[in-house]
């Protein structure tokens, strides 16, 4: 076989990665003319390391000489080995080292400005050196290809492959074969390859793909991709490097080209690379990950210093990073970026930054990552008490301040002057932070808007955050009349001047991108940097949740015990309310539940698989609550335990008489939050309502069992829990009860590649909405102008608004149904349109803004009563036939998938008149059981279980066994015994559901523990009414 062309080898392509190093600002050195210039034992490049100290620190180097003359550089290395071995490369680089009373810098790092020509000076005096087939070993004389070296401390290293011989997982398993941190026969440590103390980082590298790593472990190294992403043509990318552009030569030139750049690589040592410190086992111990930047992390921090150092404050910049993109890291780079960001003219662009996340509860993961990069004192300040806290951080100019969104509309009062300051803005989950009151009030804060202009900015109302109460408002100024504090409104409703929006989300909404995107080629807004959870996916970050979608469906038939006449809609909801809670469909539920974690998820994580069980109401947990802990204990299983998790208290007379909370259904927690108490040994099952379904990390998350409808953005979020890695973890499950697989998976499919909009939404809809409401007969326009002017006065009385409001209230409570309930929704529409829009485009226009304060305030005085809105009509049902049934199990192919645009808002109005016609409650009932009921046989009815009800309740050995046991040895005694007689007897009459009975374990274990708990509290319940 002819010998491959030498263009192709390991050396040409060493050669020519050289020679652009070599080019640019690097020393290239070898192991034939350096070998004895390196020392193996201190694993240093000694000839640098003295050249930069001598050169730049000749005053310390003298008085480090006068105590260790006649041997100082002997000494100095070992003492530079010694820091090393103690605090690691990245802190002697970073902070030097002191010796008596000398003082040394190790390396000198790009100063923010150019105020001091010597930092200049000494940067540029930095020596960056690259070694090839450097010999590192003391036991034997195996090379490295490349180590690189800054003042002669190590940092990286460097295997490289070239694909047409061999591959990057060549390049691995050699690194976990042949480059061990201790010598496989002495067991000796090999210096260089100390985790910390001396390379940082390593790359496998081939001339297609780069994987790093920054601890070498053997065969247990983990190594991640480090590539650019292959374009997939919609805004998105594939694992992998797209091919070299031209004049590169191969796809992974940015390595050495971009990564290894004189200016980028010392900005990575400096300001990138940072140990993350976790406690263990309940702060006994610590674990620490060096943790370096992905390539998709160093590239949006660097492009958008380079946009935000020219473009300044005022503009918006969009971040659509996938869960698993390590978006806390980036945003607290970012953070700490800007906040010692300056211009070309050694101006600061930013006075303060502002980290926002969107939860009340600070997010302590974001907190503490922002804080791990910056340990001065008074650089970081997390506003975890309450909003004085913020006010005063801003007065003070803190640098990177961390808060929540909902500390701001209480800041009027404390904060002023802010106009002139600049401030970055950077956004966590930005599609759920710039909506609404507290959004608003923030723009107002930070551009000094009177808080009773600022007011005009919000919605309907906010409330204060617990332990603060809504202050008076500060005097208006004299000179101001309501026309100025109009315009002033609209000026509080535009994007600041001063500020500038850095905005993640893993999941932009339409309006997001609208809000923060950027024009795209074809004029519709699109992000700045996107990280696609396709790339995510196929890089091994987040795993795919729809890979195992078992998909189940409820069929039942209902029966109108009375016949009346009701409101049909209403009814239609009632009717579908009382199927999904009915206690039989739950009970039901909860035996596949139940079993399919026992035997497809239990085993898995070593035995610490979490499942989640997504409900769609507080009532639906409380009762899943209560009928898995019941089925549990009936099974005698003992090795898994649930909580519930929702907000608030819950009343449901159905279940017991005293309201639930999540406190006295997690009594074991102690008053332990249940995402808390969901990390201990044995709590297997959490059942949530409208809580964790976004922000919840839970690595150890392996099923989701989904009973409620879910779509868009929150299917993906809700389905997202279950993403994330974990040793051992693969393959997750979803199990879901109600939602169409196809309707799941397009919900998916704008956010695998990149989150595009059809079109902008048309900023005349607001327009059209105003004549609309206009023309409905409900308020004047003397009255707008009459409520504005009251509004808008510096002086106004709070009390005296109200009755500009009463005639407008008054007429639209004389219109018909229909009408009131058309033009309700029109003007929510036109409140959150405007409040949308109004930061887009620049409408100034005061008749808008009179009609949104208007708006405003009238909606809650003709809001719809949810409780009239409700129809009970329990009494009036019942459910005769049940069966849930497994539909099928699929794999969802995202890949596949067509990725459709996100739609904008495109109608001027949603308001539509329905009419809630009268129609007798058995028609209604009939249309229902058309829908949901299928197929359905004798062998679903639920009567049948009333049936066996009734003949055990007339047996006098379970009567007296009842009134002298609990009900635990009630179940235990002879019941399963005379519960099996009468299924028998009764198959003449049943036969396909006794069978069904009979043949399966599960259902009769079920059917049995839940008639055992129905006919002991009967046969309690009539004795004690006989005692009485």
Same mark, same amino acid.
């Given at each position: 076989?002819?010998?491959?062309?030498?263009?192709?080898?390991?050396?040409?392509?060493?050669?020519?990665?050289?020679?652009?190093?070599?080019?640019?600002?690097?020393?290239?050195?070898?192991?034939?003319?350096?070998?004895?210039?390196?020392?193996?034992?201190?694993?240093?490049?000694?000839?640098?390391?003295?050249?930069?100290?001598?050169?730049?620190?000749?005053?310390?180097?003298?008085?480090?000489?006068?105590?260790?003359?006649?041997?100082?550089?002997?000494?100095?290395?070992?003492?530079?080995?010694?820091?090393?071995?103690?605090?690691?490369?990245?802190?002697?680089?970073?902070?030097?080292?002191?010796?008596?009373?000398?003082?040394?810098?190790?390396?000198?790092?790009?100063?923010?400005?150019?105020?001091?020509?010597?930092?200049?000076?000494?940067?540029?005096?930095?020596?960056?050196?690259?070694?090839?087939?450097?010999?590192?070993?003391?036991?034997?004389?195996?090379?490295?290809?490349?180590?690189?070296?800054?003042?002669?401390?190590?940092?990286?290293?460097?295997?490289?492959?070239?694909?047409?011989?061999?591959?990057?997982?060549?390049?691995?398993?050699?690194?976990?074969?042949?480059?061990?941190?201790?010598?496989?026969?002495?067991?000796?440590?090999?210096?260089?390859?100390?985790?910390?103390?001396?390379?940082?980082?390593?790359?496998?590298?081939?001339?297609?793909?780069?994987?790093?790593?920054?601890?070498?472990?053997?065969?247990?190294?983990?190594?991640?991709?480090?590539?650019?992403?292959?374009?997939?043509?919609?805004?998105?990318?594939?694992?992998?490097?797209?091919?070299?552009?031209?004049?590169?030569?191969?796809?992974?030139?940015?390595?050495?080209?971009?990564?290894?750049?004189?200016?980028?690589?010392?900005?990575?040592?400096?300001?990138?690379?940072?140990?993350?410190?976790?406690?263990?086992?309940?702060?006994?111990?610590?674990?620490?990950?060096?943790?370096?930047?992905?390539?998709?992390?160093?590239?949006?921090?660097?492009?958008?210093?380079?946009?935000?150092?020219?473009?300044?404050?005022?503009?918006?910049?969009?971040?659509?990073?996938?869960?698993?993109?390590?978006?806390?890291?980036?945003?607290?780079?970012?953070?700490?970026?800007?906040?010692?960001?300056?211009?070309?003219?050694?101006?600061?662009?930013?006075?303060?930054?502002?980290?926002?996340?969107?939860?009340?509860?600070?997010?302590?993961?974001?907190?503490?990552?922002?804080?791990?990069?910056?340990?001065?004192?008074?650089?970081?300040?997390?506003?975890?008490?309450?909003?004085?806290?913020?006010?005063?951080?801003?007065?003070?100019?803190?640098?990177?301040?961390?808060?929540?969104?909902?500390?701001?509309?209480?800041?009027?009062?404390?904060?002023?002057?802010?106009?002139?300051?600049?401030?970055?803005?950077?956004?966590?989950?930005?599609?759920?932070?710039?909506?609404?009151?507290?959004?608003?009030?923030?723009?107002?804060?930070?551009?000094?808007?009177?808080?009773?202009?600022?007011?005009?900015?919000?919605?309907?109302?906010?409330?204060?955050?617990?332990?603060?109460?809504?202050?008076?408002?500060?005097?208006?100024?004299?000179?101001? =009349?309501? @026309?100025?504090?109009?315009? !002033? %409104?609209?000026? +509080?409703? /535009? #994007?600041? &001047?001063?500020?500038?929006?850095?905005?993640?989300?893993?999941?932009?909404?339409?309006?997001?991108?609208?809000?923060?995107?950027?024009?795209?080629?074809?004029?519709?807004?699109?992000?700045?940097?996107?990280?696609?959870?396709?790339?995510?996916?196929?890089?091994?970050?987040?795993?795919?949740?729809?890979?195992?979608?078992?998909?189940?469906?409820?069929?039942?038939?209902?029966?109108?015990?009375? =016949?009346? @006449?009701?409101?049909?809609? !209403? %009814?239609?909801? +009632?009717? /579908? #309310?009382? &199927?999904?809670?009915?206690?039989?469909?739950?009970?039901?539920?909860?035996?596949?539940?139940?079993?399919?974690?026992?035997?497809?998820?239990?085993?898995?994580?070593?035995?610490?698989?979490?499942?989640?069980?997504?409900?769609?109401?507080?009532?639906?947990?409380?009762?899943?609550?209560?009928?898995?802990?019941?089925?549990?204990?009936?099974?005698?299983?003992?090795?898994?335990?649930?909580?519930?998790?929702?907000?608030?208290?819950?009343?449901?007379?159905?279940?017991?008489?005293?309201?639930?909370?999540?406190?006295?259904?997690?009594?074991?927690?102690?008053?332990?939050?249940?995402?808390?108490?969901?990390?201990?040994?044995?709590?297997?099952?959490?059942?949530?309502?409208?809580?964790?379904?976004?922000?919840?990390?839970?690595?150890?998350?392996?099923?989701?069992?989904?009973?409620?409808?879910?779509?868009?953005?929150?299917?993906?979020?809700?389905?997202?829990?279950?993403?994330?890695?974990?040793?051992?973890?693969?393959?997750?499950?979803?199990?879901?009860?109600?939602?169409?697989?196809?309707?799941?998976?397009?919900?998916?499919?704008?956010?695998?590649?990149?989150?595009?909009?059809?079109?902008?939404?048309?900023?005349?809809?607001?327009?059209?909405?105003?004549?609309?409401?206009?023309?409905?007969?409900?308020?004047?326009?003397?009255?707008?102008?009459?409520?504005?002017?009251?509004?808008?006065?510096?002086?106004?009385?709070?009390?005296?608004?109200?009755?500009?409001?009463?005639?407008?209230?008054?007429?639209?409570?004389?219109?018909?149904?229909?009408?009131?309930?058309?033009?309700?929704?029109?003007?929510?529409?036109?409140?959150?349109?405007?409040?949308?829009?109004?930061?887009?485009?620049?409408?100034?226009?005061?008749?808008?803004?009179?009609?949104?304060?208007?708006?405003?305030?009238?909606?809650?005085?003709?809001?719809?009563?949810?409780?009239?809105?409700?129809?009970?009509?329990?009494?009036?049902?019942?459910?005769?036939?049940?069966?849930?049934?497994?539909?099928?199990?699929?794999?969802?192919?995202?890949?596949?998938?067509?990725?459709?645009?996100?739609?904008?808002?495109?109608?001027?109005?949603?308001?539509?008149?329905?009419?809630?016609?009268?129609?007798?409650?058995?028609?209604?009932?009939?249309?229902?059981?058309?829908?949901?009921?299928?197929?359905?046989?004798?062998?679903?009815?639920?009567?049948?279980?009333?049936?066996?009800?009734?003949?055990?309740?007339?047996?006098?050995?379970?009567?007296?066994?009842?009134?002298?046991?609990?009900?635990?040895?009630?179940?235990?005694?002879?019941?399963?015994?005379?519960?099996?007689?009468?299924?028998?007897?009764?198959?003449?009459?049943?036969?396909?559901?006794?069978?069904?009975?009979?043949?399966?374990?599960?259902?009769?274990?079920?059917?049995?523990?839940?008639?055992?708990?129905?006919?002991?509290?009967?046969?309690?319940?009539?004795?004690?009414?006989?005692?009485?």
């Amino acid at each position: 076989m002819p010998e491959l062309s030498n263009v192709h080898t390991e050396k040409v392509f060493e050669d020519e990665v050289c020679a652009h190093l070599a080019a640019h600002g690097w020393s290239v050195r070898t192991h034939l003319k350096d070998a004895t210039a390196y020392s193996r034992e201190l694993a240093l490049f000694p000839d640098d390391l003295l050249a930069f100290v001598q050169t730049t620190q000749p005053d310390e180097w003298t008085k480090f000489r006068k105590w260790h003359n006649g041997e100082t550089e002997t000494v100095f290395l070992k003492r530079v080995a010694e820091q090393l071995d103690r605090h690691g490369t990245l802190y002697l680089l970073r902070h030097g080292f002191k010796d008596r009373d000398a003082r040394f810098t190790l390396c000198q790092f790009r100063p923010a400005h150019q105020k001091n020509p010597k930092l200049r000076e000494a940067y540029d005096a930095n020596r960056l050196t690259v070694i090839r087939q450097l010999h590192f070993s003391l036991h034997d004389e195996r090379s490295l290809d490349l180590t690189l070296f800054v003042n002669g401390l190590p940092v990286a290293t460097a295997e490289l492959k070239t694909d047409l011989t061999q591959n990057v997982q060549d390049a691995i398993r050699q690194y976990k074969t042949d480059r061990l941190p201790r010598d496989v026969k002495t067991r000796e440590v090999e210096a260089l390859l100390q985790f910390k103390t001396r390379a940082l980082v390593h790359f496998a590298v081939s001339t297609d793909e780069v994987f790093m790593t920054t601890r070498l472990a053997g065969p247990d190294t983990v190594f991640l991709p480090f590539n650019l992403g292959r374009p997939d043509g919609f805004g998105g990318a594939s694992a992998g490097n797209p091919p070299a552009p031209k004049g590169k030569g191969y796809p992974t030139w940015y390595l050495w080209e971009r990564v290894w750049a004189r200016d980028t690589w010392l900005d990575i040592l400096g300001n990138f690379l940072h140990v993350s410190r976790r406690e263990t086992e309940g702060g006994k111990s610590f674990s620490e990950t060096l943790i370096f930047p992905r390539y998709h992390q160093l590239d949006v921090v660097t492009r958008l210093m380079a946009a935000a150092r020219s473009e300044g404050p005022g503009h918006s910049y969009l971040i659509q990073h996938s869960a698993g993109s390590g978006k806390s890291n980036s945003i607290a780079w970012c953070a700490h970026r800007l906040a010692a960001l300056h211009t070309d003219r050694d101006e600061r662009v930013f006075d303060s930054v502002i980290v926002i996340t969107d939860r009340r509860v600070l997010d302590r993961q974001l907190q503490d990552t922002v804080r791990q990069f910056e340990h001065k004192a008074g650089v970081v300040e997390a506003i975890d008490e309450n909003s004085q806290q913020l006010a005063h951080a801003l007065a003070d100019g803190t640098p990177i301040i961390v808060t929540t969104l909902q500390k701001f509309p209480f800041i009027h009062q404390k904060v002023a002057g802010l106009s002139d300051r600049r401030f970055a803005l950077i956004i966590d989950e930005a599609h759920s932070s710039q909506s609404g009151a507290a959004a608003q009030k923030l723009r107002a804060a930070l551009t000094s808007v009177p808080p009773q202009v600022a007011e005009a900015a919000g919605t309907y109302t906010v409330e204060a955050p617990a332990g603060e109460s809504l202050e008076e408002e500060a005097p208006a100024p004299d000179d101001e =009349d309501g @026309e100025d504090a109009i315009n !002033r %409104a609209i000026t +509080a409703r /535009a #994007r600041p &001047a001063n500020c500038a929006y850095f905005a993640f989300t893993a999941t932009p909404k339409n309006k997001t991108l609208e809000l923060f995107g950027r024009p795209g080629e074809d004029g519709t807004p699109v992000a700045f940097h996107i990280y696609s959870m396709r790339q995510a996916i196929e890089e091994g970050f987040i795993l795919d949740v729809l890979k195992n979608y078992v998909s189940y469906k409820a069929f039942y038939k209902l029966a109108a015990a009375a =016949d009346k @006449e009701v409101p049909e809609r !209403r %009814a239609k909801r +009632a009717l /579908a #309310r009382y &199927a999904h809670l009915h206690p039989h469909n739950i009970a039901q539920k909860v035996v596949v539940i139940v079993e399919h974690f026992r035997a497809h998820v239990a085993a898995k994580l070593a035995g610490r698989a979490r499942a989640m069980v997504v409900t769609n109401s507080r009532v639906a947990a409380v009762r899943y609550k209560l009928a898995m802990d019941r089925y549990i204990k009936d099974q005698r299983y003992t090795d898994m335990k649930t909580l519930v998790a929702f907000s608030g208290r819950v009343a449901d007379p159905d279940s017991g008489p005293d309201e639930f909370s999540e406190s006295n259904m997690n009594p074991q927690l102690h008053g332990l939050d249940p995402a808390q108490g969901f990390q201990e040994e044995g709590y297997r099952v959490l059942i949530v309502a409208n809580k964790y379904q976004t922000g919840f990390d839970a690595p150890l998350l392996q099923a989701m069992y989904v009973d409620k409808r879910l779509a868009g953005v929150l299917a993906v979020q809700t389905l997202s829990r279950l993403n994330r890695t974990y040793p051992g973890k693969d393959n997750p499950f979803v199990l879901d009860f109600v939602n169409d697989p196809q309707e799941i998976l397009q919900s998916f499919t704008p956010y695998y590649r990149a989150a595009r909009l059809e079109e902008v939404t048309d900023p005349n809809i607001v327009h059209e909405l105003q004549t609309k409401l206009d023309q409905a007969p409900v308020y004047l326009s003397s009255e707008i102008e009459a409520f504005a002017q009251a509004f808008f006065n510096p002086k106004r009385q709070q009390a005296g608004l109200h009755a500009y409001l009463k005639p407008a209230a008054d007429r639209f409570r004389a219109l018909p149904e229909e009408e009131a309930d058309t033009f309700r929704k029109d003007l929510g529409t036109f409140l959150r349109l405007y409040d949308f829009l109004s930061q887009i485009i620049p409408y100034n226009d005061p008749d808008l803004e009179k009609r949104y304060v208007f708006g405003k305030n009238l909606m809650p005085r003709i809001a719809a009563d949810d409780s009239q809105d409700a129809l009970q009509i329990d009494a009036d049902v019942r459910l005769t036939h049940y069966r849930l049934q497994r539909l099928g199990e699929q794999s969802l192919d995202l890949a596949s998938g067509e990725s459709q645009p996100l739609q904008p808002v495109s109608e001027a109005g949603t308001g539509k008149a329905y009419t809630d016609e009268q129609r007798r409650l058995a028609e209604i009932v009939e249309k229902m059981n058309d829908l949901f009921s299928g197929d359905l046989s004798e062998a679903d009815m639920v009567g049948y279980v009333t049936t066996i009800k009734g003949k055990l309740l007339e047996n006098p050995t379970l009567a007296a066994q009842a009134t002298s046991n609990t009900e635990e040895q009630f179940a235990l005694g002879d019941f399963k015994a005379i519960f099996t007689d009468i299924v028998l007897d009764g198959q003449e009459g049943h036969n396909a559901i006794a069978n069904q009975i009979l043949k399966d374990e599960h259902t009769f274990a079920a059917m049995q523990g839940m008639l055992a708990r129905l006919v002991y509290a009967a046969f309690r319940e009539a004795r004690d009414r006989a005692g009485r």
